[in-house]
């Protein structure tokens, strides 16, 4: 199960899609190698408590929003973007659907309230990119501080508690054994998979991500599918919404802080370019698993938080070394 940038047979060198095929496969080859060593020496550090059930659920349960967040900002990296605003989009969410008015409404309306926000933002920072003309960097940072704000003044500032029990009992249960929150980062990578590896959207995604202008002289309409990329990513900011609030019961402007960061290290960790044209949702998934235990076996040998916040940018600047060490060696070799 591989993942692969959008070739134009008539224009790529014989060979290549399969080197790609291999370099991505040696790649998420690494990646698990990282994480299998990662485990152990949590398990080193921890034997009694690292690799028991309720730990390895814990973990899961953690890494189950920010890597919803991941799936959409991996197709958002992908398509040559960026988004630094799904941090906030998650906050308004939550608070919008913990209001008192909506909760009286019912668990339903709750989960579609959270879903129509993130979507309803994520489309407004793709309008904003492709029909307005506005750097990505720019249109997102002005959503991060007006969804916060936002957030900010629809709670008061104060922490909303769930009381709608049908959602909590829902979202906090589990389904053969595997808490629902598991069960939901699971279907939306699945989704999110298949749309991009086996969907004309997909390879469009690439197509933009690789070279916007020869895609749209390929017949793509270029800012459509823009705009569409960023409904998607603000769709998985609703998604990750139901899942904050219901593993803390609250929502509250401070849900998501810092999820724009831990979603762009976990897609870069990933192997996805920043540059766009070609990524992985699975390296994605290894990358948010990373940042997850190397979080737990701080936790869990009670080490300061910078530390774990230094080591993590580490982590990032030597990704982004690798990164930038293999396209040369790619630009080597094409020459």
């Not at 810092?258 to 994605?284: C, H, K, P, W």
């Amino acid at each position: 199960m591989t993942e692969t940038r959008v070739v134009d047979p008539e224009t790529a060198a014989p060979g290549e899609p399969r080197k790609q095929r291999r370099n991505l496969d040696l790649r998420l080859t690494g990646l698990l190698g990282v994480l299998v060593v990662l485990c152990i020496v949590g398990y080193a550090t921890r034997p009694d408590s690292f690799l028991t059930e309720a730990n390895i659920s814990t973990m899961l349960r953690l890494a189950a929003a920010i890597g919803v967040v991941s799936v959409g900002m991996t197709f958002v990296i992908i398509s040559g973007g960026i988004d630094l605003s799904v941090g906030s989009i998650v906050a308004l969410a939550g608070v919008w659907m913990t209001t008192v008015a909506t909760q009286s409404y019912g668990p339903v309306v709750m989960v579609l309230c959270a879903l129509l926000v993130g979507l309803g933002c994520g489309l407004v920072n793709g309008l904003l990119i492709s029909y307005g003309k506005i750097v990505p960097f720019i249109a997102t940072l002005a959503m991060y501080a007006s969804a916060k704000g936002l957030a900010e003044r629809l709670s008061g500032r104060r922490t909303q508690v769930v009381t709608e029990t049908g959602f909590t009992t829902f979202f906090r249960g589990d389904i053969l054994g595997i808490p629902v929150l598991i069960w939901t980062l699971a279907a939306v990578f699945a989704v999110g998979w298949v749309l991009l590896n086996r969907t004309t959207f997909g390879r469009r995604t690439f197509a933009v991500g690789g070279n916007a202008e020869a895609a749209r002289l390929a017949g793509i309409d270029v800012r459509k599918h823009t705009a569409l990329v960023y409904g998607l990513a603000g769709l998985c900011c609703g998604i990750a919404a139901l899942m904050v609030v219901a593993r803390t019961t609250s929502g509250a402007s401070t849900n998501g802080m810092f999820y724009e960061l831990d979603a762009i290290a976990a897609v870069v960790i990933g192997g996805t370019l920043l540059s766009g044209g070609r990524g992985s949702l699975i390296g994605t998934l290894i990358g948010v698993l990373i940042f997850t235990v190397v979080g737990n076996i701080f936790t869990q040998n009670n080490l300061d938080t910078d530390i774990q916040n230094i080591a993590k940018g580490v982590i990032i600047v030597a990704a982004v070394l690798l990164q930038r060490t293999t396209a040369r060696r790619r630009g080597a070799h094409a020459t």
